[in-house]
């Protein structure tokens, strides 16, 4: 049922991705998005079929604001489960002005039932041909109130991205792409394998190739969760990246060190920077979250392999698994010091719904909030198993701020494979982070509410060292953009 007589030839829908407690235009911890342009909203834009007349208008909460009295006859929100909230009650604002409301993404394909109450219609799984489906309905005005991924969905022939209808200048760079979708593995605390299953989706290597040659890109970033997990369609795809003479930064597992030719393959086509989920120090917890194939032994190996390569790791770590004491934030910073990762990452342990984590730590009676703004990586939801939610909050920072001390970044320094201007620049502004996360870090964006910071205040410009931290982290990051996500 669509919830207002569209009068108006055109359609007019409004695309969402609704900001974070980090993430936002303002009051996050930075003063301008210091982020690269998601593809979320640029590839619902681009699927919206052409035959059907339409305006539309993109809005990332990450860089601007969303006007309240926005004027759309459908209004599609993309949820993360950060972010669940904010999307709710933007969905709850625009449902009573009679606006029809659609709701996507890794949350609701996760706990679909969370966000039923706030939608007219909600599209789980991967849209590629659901929200075209669904756009060809409401024009009809059969809306259905479910939208589920079609079987056998195939990522060939699909529109490019429409990454001219975000505004690039407020990014540290539109070049992002996406080749593959989800991952072979099946770790325990991951949301790919619960959202989307375990088979690997792919787009034919010369269709990427084709996006990025249309886009003009010379350093780009791979959003692909694992762009690994099908070693034959890596090989094809990095030896097709190699004439284009790019650079380019991804996610990928410890895994590749293990195969020289994949890796050195990955050097030769431009790869100057990955992401990986190292996760923890204790092979006891790597076990238990089924992500065995990664051990503390390796992940000095993986460092040298990719230094070897030209290859910089930022290596992201999480806290609050079973096995983790108070001891071990100093141990893991420790370590990431010396195994010389260059840009290490701390986080928590979040169990996204539904996830096999979520579930026992469910039933085990040990899940502390569903309050989903606090589902971050930041925040504990949950009651550690050999701590206090105090000590796992305040231990994470203190590892930050350990692994970002100047005498920690000196000792990382020296091995890194980027030159002295981006690995200093990036290590400056992770230390600024480091040292500020709390600062700043708050979830008191409420709609109609002005935004305040930590101690209360109406917002205000920053002070010149925030500033001068972020500009930091800008140069350094425009040079080495790392993908960024933590729960890989
Ligand atoms: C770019 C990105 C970000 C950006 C922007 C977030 C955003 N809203 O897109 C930033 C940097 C802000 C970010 C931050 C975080 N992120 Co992030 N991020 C990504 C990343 C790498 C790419 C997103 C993307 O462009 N995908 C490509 C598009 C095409 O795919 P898609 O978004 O899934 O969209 C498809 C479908 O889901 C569906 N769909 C999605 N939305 C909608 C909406 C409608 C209306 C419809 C019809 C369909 C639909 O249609 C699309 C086509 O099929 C993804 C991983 C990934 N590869 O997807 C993680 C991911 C979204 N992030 C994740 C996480 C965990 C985080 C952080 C918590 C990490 C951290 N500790 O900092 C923070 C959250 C901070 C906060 N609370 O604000 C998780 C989300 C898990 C969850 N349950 O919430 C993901 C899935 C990665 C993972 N580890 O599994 N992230
Ligand atoms: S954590 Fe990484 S390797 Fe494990 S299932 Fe998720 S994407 Fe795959």
């Not at 709850?92 to 109450?117: E, N, Y």
């Not at 890796?263 to 086509?269: D, Q």
């Not at 931290?469 to 953009?481: D, H, I, K, M, T």
Request: net charge positive; aromatic share 10%; proline share 7%.
């Amino acid at each position: 049922m669509n919830r207002r007589a569209i009068s108006d030839p055109k359609l007019k829908i409004a695309l969402i991705s609704p900001k974070g407690p980090l993430y936002r235009h303002r009051g996050g911890i930075w003063r301008k998005s210091l982020r690269y342009q998601p593809l979320t909203l640029t590839t619902l834009a681009a699927l919206i079929p052409p035959e059907l007349p339409v305006e539309l208008e993109l809005f990332d909460e990450g860089i601007t604001d969303v006007p309240p009295d926005l004027d759309a006859d459908l209004v599609g929100l993309t949820v993360i489960t950060g972010t669940a909230m904010r999307a709710y009650q933007l969905a709850d604002h625009f449902r009573q002005r009679g606006i029809t409301v659609v709701l996507g993404g890794p949350h609701v394909t996760l706990i679909p039932d969370d966000a039923t109450p706030h939608a007219d219609a909600i599209v789980v799984g991967y849209a590629e041909d659901s929200w075209p489906q669904l756009l060809r309905d409401f024009a009809m005005g059969h809306l259905q109130s479910r939208y589920d991924q079609a079987p056998g969905l195939d990522l060939a022939d699909r529109p490019f991205a429409r990454r001219d209808l975000l505004p690039s200048r407020r990014y540290l760079t539109n070049n992002v792409f996406e080749a593959t979708r989800g991952c072979v593995h099946n770790c325990d605390f991951c949301v790919v394998p619960s959202a989307w299953g375990r088979k690997p989706y792919q787009k034919p290597v010369e269709q990427v190739v084709a996006d990025i040659r249309q886009h003009g890109a010379r350093k780009l970033i791979f959003v692909d969760l694992n762009l690994i997990a099908d070693r034959g369609y890596a090989k094809c795809l990095f030896t097709a990246l190699i004439p284009l003479q790019v650079q380019w930064y991804g996610l990928a597992t410890v895994l590749l060190a293990d195969d020289a030719e994949l890796l050195e393959l990955a050097a030769r086509s431009g790869c100057k920077g990955l992401l990986m989920g190292l996760e923890s120090i204790s092979p006891e917890n790597l076990r238990a979250s089924h992500k065995g194939f990664n051990s503390p032994e390796k992940f000095v190996r993986v460092v040298e392999r990719l230094h070897e390569q030209g290859i910089a790791l930022q290596g992201c770590f999480v806290f609050g698994l079973d096995q983790d004491g108070p001891d071990v934030f100093l141990k893991t910073a420790e370590f990431a010091v010396e195994a010389r990762i260059d840009l290490p990452r701390f986080a928590i342990v979040t169990p996204f719904p539904n996830t096999p984590l979520y579930k026992r730590l469910l039933a085990e009676g040990r899940i502390l909030t569903k309050n989903w703004e606090l589902y971050d990586g930041q925040h504990a939801v949950f009651r550690p198993a050999r701590m206090s939610v105090e000590e796992l909050q305040r231990g994470t920072e203190s590892a930050w701020k350990h692994a970002y001390s100047f005498r920690s970044i000196a000792r990382r320094l020296r091995q890194s494979p980027a030159s002295w201007a981006v690995k200093v620049g990036t290590n400056l502004g992770y230390r600024f982070y480091a040292y500020n996360l709390s600062r700043f870090y708050n979830c008191d964006w409420i709609i109609g509410r002005a935004p305040q910071n930590p101690r209360g205040r109406r917002e205000e410009p920053q002070s010149e060292s925030a500033d001068r931290g972020a500009q930091a982290v800008e140069q350094s990051e425009r040079l080495l953009a790392p993908a960024a996500t933590s729960n890989h």
